[in-house]
């Protein structure tokens, strides 16, 4: 044990983790030069093509120092605000954390957050500066900033640049030196925290495990506390990005993989823990707590005999990705498709493009929402995170919406622009203090339904991309919120329906259905197009007829003859408007993320 380290790689996104991770295993030979490549970690095709991590993945790795071999345990996590939950069951795992920080960039908002994460589970933190050789990098500044921000000591932070390969040596040094080994009781009855799982069409259902107490071995019989189940150890192995390393027994303070055997990730939950079926651990290493869906959309198939498949895809998506959950759903407008709940926008977006690329899937996306607090006037609680279930207007007595703590980092001349954005979006100012010499720390409580919908864009719009945003949900809070239907043809599209703050209702409406004016083609009948509150109208669209020249064909002769042909066509005409659909595109769905105010 003597001679294990377990660290964590923590940073604001596009700070470097990744590269970071790649040289860092190139530097310890883990991989041959020929196998090696860039996001060596990063296992998924949109994870290499945007250039985020989105799952945490680890590494064993083997690193000589001073004529002893010294066992690295390294978990790269991901840096994007909606996959902290990643970062932060990674952290349980490690006694280290390397704290990245752009040498050009300084401290970011979710900086901040995984360093205080860190901090929580009492982690060695290391600070390393990335991207010294940038031309626009300022060592100096940067360590002031995580001196005076962070109160973590830089005296001897480690420079380095990931891609060029500088001071990486010197970094593996100092994490033999001053990450502490792990702590545990070798003889002790077999205790192993599960920090992540997935699904293997060969192997079934793998769990990835640190060991706290004891050891798990080969043929062992198991049981997983937070289920009861109990199951036997098929195979072990030590991870490695190209080629997983059998072995026997996974020893207290290792960390590995378990293949149990079993169909169902569901049975080896992230966070739960692992320990002897006949002399059972009488407490879990941590509480067990399954990641939280914040935001919820409806998927529905353009085909409507593609629902079947697309459960069968969302089933074998949540065996890779344990952190959704989806329920059957219907629509009038769409048919039936599925409410699914995400951790946050862009994890939606993930979760929509791999269905997809990897299933092949045709999907109407609507609008996310948040879930809703609704007391009635019989004195009960509702949670409702579906428009379509949000009851009369005349039946509630309260609604309580979720509100976040966002904390934002932007240089001082955009400050103006961030307090008029995060005003507009109902924010209430809970602290405001400058970071350095031309920095400015805002912490605002902000509803999370505004920071879901086109916050992210307009922050960094605002900024010309400088500022930085991470967020933590608070708590509930009352709030003036009503539900916004638009008809189309006379007929409510509920997978249309928002709910909105009152003040913002006409706006959003009027905003909203000019938008689907442009997207909706024309019809041979005229199409209304209306937002409403309950039955009164507050905003209208007209969409014209398409225009047909009957009366072409018509050479001379009675002008009674084009009267007839038109009066038959004013009349076929007002029996489409009222018998007529229409075809509503998925950008008219995507429309309601867009709108401002």
Not at 36 to 46: A, F, N, P, S, V
Request: proline share 3%; hydrophobic share 40%; aromatic share 6%.
């Amino acid at each position: 044990m003597k001679n294990i380290r377990n660290f964590s790689i923590i940073a604001h996104i596009d700070h470097g983790k990744s590269t970071l991770a790649d040289r860092i295993i190139s530097e310890t030979r883990a991989v041959s030069a020929r196998e090696m490549r860039d996001q060596l970690l990063d296992g998924m095709d949109i994870e290499r093509e945007r250039g985020i991590t989105i799952k945490a993945q680890s590494v064993r790795l083997n690193y000589q120092k001073d004529g002893e071999i010294y066992i690295l345990n390294l978990i790269d996590t991901p840096g994007h605000v909606d996959f902290s939950h990643e970062v932060s069951k990674s952290l349980i795992s490690s006694e280290g954390a390397l704290l990245v920080v752009d040498a050009s960039q300084g401290v970011q908002a979710q900086t901040i957050a995984n360093c205080h994460l860190a901090i929580e589970n009492g982690m060695e933190i290391l600070p390393v500066i990335n991207k010294i050789d940038l031309p626009g990098s300022n060592v100096a500044r940067v360590k002031n900033e995580i001196e005076n921000i962070l109160a973590i000591d830089c005296s001897n932070a480690n420079l380095v640049s990931a891609k060029n390969g500088i001071g990486i040596k010197e970094l593996l040094d100092t994490i033999v030196d001053r990450v502490p080994m792990p702590k545990g009781d070798k003889n002790g009855i077999a205790k192993a925290l599960i920090y992540d799982s997935w699904f293997d069409n060969y192997l079934g259902a793998l769990a990835l495990i640190r060991v706290f107490d004891g050891r798990v071995s080969k043929g062992q019989k198991i049981v997983v506390m937070a289920t009861d189940k109990r199951h036997e150890i098929v195979n072990l192995y030590y991870p490695n990005p190209i080629r997983n390393i059998a072995t026997d027994t996974i020893e207290t303070g290792e960390i590995g993989i378990v293949a149990l055997g079993i169909k169902t990730v569901s049975d080896v939950r992230v966070g739960d823990t692992i320990t002897d079926a006949r002399a059972p651990a009488k407490e879990p290493v941590t509480r067990y707590h399954e990641a939280k869906s914040y935001v919820f959309a409806g998927l529905y198939p353009i085909d409507s005999e593609q629902f079947e498949p697309l459960r069968d895809a969302l089933e074998k998506l949540k065996m890779n990705d344990s952190s959704i959950n989806f329920t059957p759903e219907s629509s009038t407008a769409l048919g039936f498709g599925f409410r699914v709940g995400f951790l946050g926008l862009l994890h939606m977006d993930v979760i929509r493009e791999r269905l997809e690329r990897e299933f092949n899937m045709e999907l109407v996306v609507t609008a996310p929402s948040v879930t809703y607090e609704i007391k009635t006037t019989r004195g009960e609680t509702l949670l409702v995170s579906n428009p379509s279930g949000f009851p009369d207007q005349g039946s509630i007595a309260q609604v309580l919406e979720p509100f976040v703590r966002a904390t934002i980092i932007a240089p001082s001349e955009f400050v103006g622009n961030m307090i008029a954005l995060l005003n507009s979006k109902r924010g209430v100012q809970e602290r405001m203090e400058y970071v350095g010499a031309d920095r400015v720390m805002l912490i605002y409580a902000v509803p999370l339904n505004e920071i879901i919908s086109d916050f992210y864009d307009k922050l960094k719009s605002l900024s010309k991309g400088y500022a930085s945003l991470d967020y933590e949900p608070i708590e509930y809070r009352a709030g003036n919120l009503i539900k916004l239907d638009i008809l189309v043809a006379g007929e409510a599209v509920d997978a249309l329906s928002l709910i909105v703050d009152r003040s913002k209702a006409e706006s959003r409406g009027r905003e909203l259905i000019a938008k689907m004016k442009e997207m909706i083609d024309r019809q041979l009948f005229e199409v209304a197009i209306q937002a409403s509150i309950g039955s009164k109208v507050i905003a209208r669209e007209t969409i014209k007829a398409v225009g047909k020249n009957v009366t072409a064909k018509c050479y001379g002769g009675d002008i009674t003859r084009k009267r007839k042909l038109l009066e038959k066509q004013k009349e076929g005409k007002k029996r489409m408007k009222a018998l007529g659909k229409v075809a509503i595109p998925q950008e008219a769905f995507l429309a309601a993320l867009k709108i401002g105010d």
